[in-house]
């Protein structure tokens, strides 16, 4: 099966402008995350979908960022306006289920503010 | 407070010894535990997981897991370790409510 899909690879904007993130999940997973690491840490989750809805963004800087996942398949992060603290590395998950099955993670944007 | 704890920030073995990355986690409910590995510039690559039954678990490239209750640990082990397995791994757990919990993760360097 295709993996989950994130573009773009890499991104280098400076503090203020705004970005996006775009991710395919797996065919058929319900479940989608967005998740934030920054180098040598574990990731932190920013947002967790249920098909379109949401179930946890407790962890997401509203004032900043914002994401969506409209039809219950792609989902964009966006990040407006960026601070220097936001440059980390933009992980997206799916699962076929919130429960027992693993998290399949896409290979990430790494995003460098300057 | 729940929680995940991976104790060493490194764990240094030599190609062909057995290896173990300690885990352990405290969490209401009977936790689903997950190991997964990193490697550079890529994102996190699912290992092996326990829900219930056989406190020990098989997972890919011939890593296992053991769950003990009473220790409330989770540690992943491989009998013979090679060069290609260092990289980043992360221990989670999910709680009862299905929150996922991430350890702050251990990296694995196995010398030639």
């Known amino acids: 099966e295709a993996g989950v899909a994130q573009s773009p690879r890499y991104k280098i904007i400076e503090k203020r402008q705004s970005v996006a993130f775009w991710c395919n999940p797996i065919s058929g997973h319900a479940t989608l995350y967005w998740y934030q690491q920054i180098l040598g840490q574990g990731p932190k989750l920013l947002i967790q979908?249920?098909?379109?809805?949401?179930?946890?963004d407790s962890q997401l800087p509203k004032d900043r960022f914002s994401a969506e996942r409209l039809k219950g398949v792609d989902s964009t992060l966006k990040i407006q306006p960026a601070k220097l603290e936001d440059s980390a590395v933009y992980l997206c998950?799916?699962?076929?289920?919130?429960?027992?099955?693993?998290?399949?993670f896409g290979n990430g944007t790494r995003l460098t503010v300057t | 407070a729940q929680s995940v704890a991976q104790p060493e920030d490194q764990v240094n073995v030599a190609e062909g010894n057995p290896l173990t990355v300690k885990c352990t986690y405290s969490?209401?409910?009977?936790?689903?535990l997950f190991w997964y590995v990193q490697y550079p510039n890529r994102g996190l690559q699912f290992l092996l997981k326990y829900i219930t039954g056989d406190n020990l678990v098989k997972g890919s490239y011939g890593f296992e897991a053991e769950f003990n209750k009473s220790q409330t640990s989770f540690h992943l082990k491989k009998p013979s370790a090679l060069v290609s397995d260092s990289a980043l791994y992360f221990c989670?757990?999910?709680?009862?409510?299905?929150?996922?919990?991430w350890g702050a993760g251990t990296k694995l360097i196995i010398k030639p």
């Open positions: 979908f249920q098909n379109n809805g949401v179930v946890d």
């Open positions: 998950a799916s699962s076929l289920s919130p429960s027992n099955s693993p998290l399949h």
């Open positions: 969490v209401s409910g009977n936790p689903y």
């Open positions: 989670a757990v999910r709680d009862s409510n299905y929150q996922l919990i």
